[in-house]
């Protein structure tokens, strides 16, 4: 119970940042819990089938899986959630010191580069809440 609680509050704190950094998601009503939850479930589970099919727990091959099941995830999303969507543009990023110029990129695009910034950002989370038994 404590796996899967964790997985959605990563999964919350993941896509909020996400979004605030990028802004590539649309949401409407519900869809932003239901994306967390679709998120933290795919999290949940990903270890155990990881587990039996003898693919790699750990290192870059895991990062890339990782990151293509949660695009998968998200794009399907976007045909059985409401009100859910990706955005063609993202919003100019501002840096202590320095701004970067606003990007004008295609739908698949802005999907691509925010699911690549939560994977990070859940990913980096994850690290942070393992410990050594």
């Known amino acids: 119970m404590k796996y899967l609680l964790k997985n959605l ?13 990028i802004g590539g998601f649309e949401f409407g009503l519900n869809s932003f819990y239901l994306l967390v939850l679709g998120l933290g479930l795919l999290a949940f589970l990903v270890k155990p089938v990881f587990k ?20 998968a995830v998200i794009y399907l999303l976007t045909a059985f959630v409401p009100y859910f969507g990706f955005r063609s543009t993202t ?13 004008h990129l295609s739908p698949l695009n802005a999907a691509i580069v925010s699911v690549a910034v939560f994977s990070v950002i859940f990913g980096y989370f994850d690290w942070l809440s393992r410990c050594k038994k």
């Open 91 to 103: 919003p100019m990023l501002i840096f202590p010191g320095f701004m970067l110029p606003s990007k």
């Open 52 to 71: 039996t099919l003898s693919l790699p727990e750990k290192g870059i091959m895991h990062i890339f899986l990782l990151f293509l099941l949660n695009f």
């Open 9 to 21: 509050t990563f999964s919350y704190i993941a896509l909020f940042f996400t979004q605030q950094l």
